[in-house]
């Protein structure tokens, strides 16, 4: 291995024919003269993948070497997308392998069409994990995501007769060139079982079990732009421990003897589809553990190589939870450094608190995952343990500091004294912790405020930060939209913004160049006519590229309210219908667009899809109406579909009750690419407002301060519906749109359920704000300077900067260059 080097291969045309015709026939027994564009995409996916190959070794072989601090992104979910473009890009051979392709005859973006998803998310939560891999990469901060490899990710979404169905995701059906098994990375996870004390010993138990799983590491590498530095997400998959039960199939059992391997591999077989909900299912849990058992293994065994004490694991290991869900990562390293390592509790907590950071994304109260202890106790007896032990030290400590405050200790138990008693994940993560940290300023002090106060008054305010959310320019600027990124490249003076966003500011300077300004809106006109043939193509729908394009896309949820968003569409076709033909011909046309998937049992959400259904069939075939309106519910929302989505906007809705979006990360991509956001005082959207400047962005509705005396007010005074609301309860009801009756129920949410999420109170401005964005619209002129103006001050908003600030005051640790 002496002569072994990292030199790179060449990136001749002969070269990359040759590799993708080389995997063709001996990877996948083709031929040239019999390929289609299925087996193009592999050979040439295939070909790509030799180069990051390469890359991937040398970095981690680099880490290794000189002990590089790591930092671990534990996720249950990872909402990757594709893979192969993003590749392309970051190698730098798009145009060279759009010529090769050529040559043979396909062309480039039908090969990259026959990529599938990587869909092992939910939403903004498992994309943002996604972003920050990235970000790591790119930034040579050496950074790995742990993961699970589900068999079936996010569920495609049918509408059948305008209501979702579900089917599975299959995307294992084709082989995926994008991961690498790894079977001697291969772990095995206890439950159940029963525990005993070692002698003589105060902490230390032995877990007693034959229920064992194993775990096998599939790798997945995360090309980075502009560095060598190839990332990686090591995702889990699940097995029973030995592949056949000797002594069932001996005595003749043949389906007994493999029907543990069947009941294994369910752990890891399904992601969960739940946004913002937690429903406390058994299988749940023990796929959580799996999880984190599998991850901390790997993490001791990696660090055990270096022939450090355990005590230094803090300095080359930082871990991030993302979220609650991997918080079993806590009790599990507790459990290793306690029955393993045989280290006292106080050695052990001390390294646990200073590796472990924890990132809330939610306060919704239905989300907050807490388990019963019973159930957890007959599942993981020894976590159930460690967790009373962490809980009665923690209690304490704040009675030492707060002597005699009994209701403090009740509120800030880890444990839940309900019946039957649950543990509290957000608390269990918190006291874990050195770190603590929400989405967005606003929800950063909401949650100081809420969910953590009694903690800010025994911890301290320090452990309380900020790290605003950021979306990664290589896939949501450079990736989707070449055509603006070609604009922006010209006014930089070089593609160095795709890695250091600040230099859009550069934008500025040709915001009165009409030649750029007119090459400008052209780009978003190719990118509308793209989205216009692709709704065609998705939906039969045939719609004007010339409309205003009015998007709200994300998971369907009540907070989000797009059902307040469909209430204004009604109104609107209601005013339209009173018009007279030329009063209509002076409107502006608009195409308003939905897309999003519900939680297959959140039964109000799924009747918001099929009201949107509902209105659009009615709405598309007036004749009197014509392009002047329509509405489009586009299925199976993905990271794919928003590639096409986002760059396609000229206002996109981010409408959240004020308060309640942490911090979204759509409504960064959309102003990223031009669109101009219409939004609540919420999230992230207050502090994209501060950065673009308030006549940038169309905000309406009350504020988060505010809510909690609405929803009083609410709870105990029928609401109000101001005249446009009433129209569009009246529209309905008079079954405009098909039965009326099948909708009261979403009526009725807002006139009888408490109208919680404040749809009458805001629907007045949310009207008046509609105004405003068509008046400012007419102005094409002004727009056009709102949409440049608005892509030169969005810098902050680069996972780049999220992912620096974690680094510096969460992680510490500093970015590594790879050289050979
Ligand atoms: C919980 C229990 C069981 C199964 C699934 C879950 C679960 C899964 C995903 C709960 C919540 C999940 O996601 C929440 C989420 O996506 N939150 C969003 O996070 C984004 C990134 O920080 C923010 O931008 C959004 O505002 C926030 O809603």
Redesign the pocket.
């Known amino acids: 291995f002496q002569n072994y080097s990292h030199s790179e291969i060449s990136r001749d045309a002969a070269t990359i024919k040759n590799s993708v015709v080389m995997h063709l026939t001996a990877t996948f027994l083709r031929t040239p003269a019999n390929m289609d564009s299925g087996d193009a995409y592999l050979a040439s996916a295939f070909s790509v993948r030799d180069r990051l190959l390469q890359r991937w070794n040398m970095t981690n072989e680099y880490h290794d070497r000189v002990n590089a601090k790591r930092v671990y992104y534990m996720s249950?979910?990872f909402l990757i997308g594709r893979t192969f473009d993003n590749a392309l890009l970051a190698l730098e051979l798009r145009n060279e392998y759009s010529k090769v392709l050529g040559d043979v005859g396909f062309c480039l973006e039908d090969i990259i069409d026959e990529e599938r998803d990587a869909a092992l998310?939910?939403?903004?939560?498992?994309?943002?994990a996604a972003c920050y891999v990235d970000s790591m990469a790119c930034s040579d901060y050496p950074g790995w995501g742990y993961g699970l490899r589900y068999k079936y990710g996010m569920f495609q979404q049918q509408i059948i007769d305008g209501y979702q169905v579900e089917a599975p995701d299959c995307w294992l059906d084709s082989p995926n060139p994008w991961e690498f098994p790894r079977p001697d990375v291969t772990y095995p996870v206890k439950f159940y079982g029963h525990l005993v004390r070692v002698p003589d010993s105060k902490h230390r138990f032995t877990w007693e079990s034959n229920v064992v799983y194993d775990a096998m590491a599939f790798d997945v590498p995360v090309p980075g732009y502009g560095t060598n530095n190839v990332g990686n997400i090591r995702l889990w998959s699940c097995k029973t421990n030995s592949l056949f039960d000797l002594n069932k199939f001996n005595a003749g059992d043949y389906a007994g003897a493999t029907g543990g391997q069947v009941a294994a591999q369910i752990l890891t077989d399904v992601l969960?589809?739940?946004?913002?909900?937690?429903?406390?299912?058994e299988l749940?849990l023990r796929q959580e553990y799996l999880f984190c058992s599998a991850t901390l293994q790997d993490i001791i065994a990696r660090f055990k190589k270096t022939g450090k004490p355990l005590s230094e694991l803090p300095d080359l290991a930082a871990i991030q939870l993302n979220?609650?869900?991997p918080t079993l990562g806590i009790p599990e390293l507790m459990r290793i450094l306690l029955d393993d390592e045989a280290l006292t509790w106080d050695e052990a907590w001390s390294i646990v608190t200073r590796t472990f950071a924890f990132?809330n994304?939610?306060i919704?109260p239905e989300?907050m995952?807490k388990w019963p202890v019973p159930m957890m106790d007959k599942i993981l007896p020894r976590h159930m343990g460690i967790i009373y032990d962490i809980n009665l030290y923690f209690l304490q400590s704040v009675e030492e500091k707060f002597p005699g405050d009994r209701d403090l200790l009740r509120r800030i138990s880890i444990i839940e004294e309900s019946n039957p008693q649950q543990v509290r994940m957000a608390f269990l993560a918190c006291v874990g912790s050195h770190k603590v940290n929400g989405?967005?300023a606003i929800?950063s002090d909401i949650i100081k405020q809420s969910i953590f106060n009694d903690f800010v008054t025994v911890q301290g305010e320090d452990k309380f930060i900020n790290k605003t959310?950021g979306v990664s320019p290589r896939r949501w600027m450079n990736g989707c939209n070449p055509d603006m990124s070609a604009l922006i490249t010209e006014a930089v003076g070089d593609r160095t913004w795709i890695n250091d966003l600040t230099k859009v500011k550069k934008l500025e300077d040709h915001v009165a160049d009409d030649d750029f300004r007119a090459r400008w809106s052209a780009a978003k006109q190719k990118n509308k006519q793209r989205l216009a043939d692709y709704i065609l193509s998705t939906t039969g729908i045939k719609i004007s590229a010339d409309a205003l394009f009015d998007v709200q896309v994300q998971?369907i949820?009540e907070y989000k309210r797009q059902l307040m968003n469909i209430f204004s569409v009604i109104y609107r076709y209601h005013c339209l219908k009173q018009m007279t033909p030329a009063e209509r011909a002076k409107e502006i046309s608009r195409v308003v667009i939905f897309a999003g998937k519900a939680a297959a049992g959140y039964w109000v959400a799924k009747q918001v899809i099929k009201l949107i259904n509902s209105v659009a069939e009615v709405i598309n075939a007036d004749a009197e109406i014509g392009d002047v309106l329509k509405v489009v519910f586009i299925p199976d929302y993905s990271v794919t579909a928003a590639e096409y989505l986002i760059p396609a906007s000229d206002i996109s809705q981010h409408i959240?009750t004020a308060g309640?979006?942490?911090?979204?990360?759509?409504n960064m991509k959309f102003v990223l690419n031009g669109g101009i956001i219409l939004g609540t005082v919420d999230?992230?959207n207050i502090e994209i407002g501060e950065e673009i400047g308030e006549e940038q962005i169309f905000f309406f509705g009350c504020l988060a301060h505010e809510v909690g005396d609405f929803r009083h007010y609410l709870r105990f005074h029928q609401p109000k519906p101001d005249e446009a609301l009433q129209t569009a309860f009246d529209l309905i009801q008079n079954n405009t749109f098909g039965d009326g009756a099948i909708f009261q129920p979403l009526i009725d949410s807002v006139l009888r359920g408490g109208d919680v999420y404040l749809l009458s109170v805001d629907f007045p401005s949310y009207i008046q704000a509609h105004k405003a964005v068509e008046d400012a619209y007419r102005n094409q002129e002004e727009w056009v300077t709102k949409s440049i103006l608005s892509v030169a001050r969005m810098a902050k908003f680069s996972s780049d900067r999220s992912i620096q600030e974690y680094a510096e005051e969460v992680w510490n640790i500093e970015p590594v260059r790879v050289t050979n």
Do not use: I
Not at 272 to 281: A, I, R, V
Not at 660 to 666: D, I, P
């Open positions: 249950l979910e998310g939910n939403g903004g939560l498992g994309r943002l969960y589809p739940n946004d913002n909900t937690n429903e406390g299912k749940r979220d609650t869900h990132t994304h939610t919704l989300a995952e989405v967005a929800h959310n998971r949820h959240s309640t979006e942490a911090s979204g990360t759509s999230g992230a």
